[in-house]
């Protein structure tokens, strides 16, 4: 289990630190599905090695970060209907 979680916590650091390099080089936009599904994907990830490891405010954060995407995804699908 320790080995699953662990690679989980690494790709969700891959796809978040990802998501923030492709944006900051303009390869997609803050506004798009990829960013935020790669937000989205890798805070979930985060949060399920954080909660193993115990690691509650990295927890929090990570949930905060989650939360932020999915409303961002909301809103852009409220936008674009």
Do not use: C, H
């Not at 803050?30 to 909660?51: E, H, R, T, V």
């Amino acid at each position: 289990m320790d080995i699953l979680l662990t690679t989980l916590g690494w790709i969700g650091s891959l796809l978040v630190i990802g998501a923030y390099g492709l944006n900051s080089y303009q390869k997609i936009t803050s506004s798009s599905l990829a960013f935020q599904l790669m937000n989205l994907i890798g805070g979930i990830l985060l949060i399920a090695n954080s909660i193993y490891k115990e690691a509650y405010p990295f927890t929090f954060i990570n949930t905060v970060w989650v939360i932020i995407a999915i409303a961002s995804l909301l809103r852009n699908k409220k936008t674009n209907s």
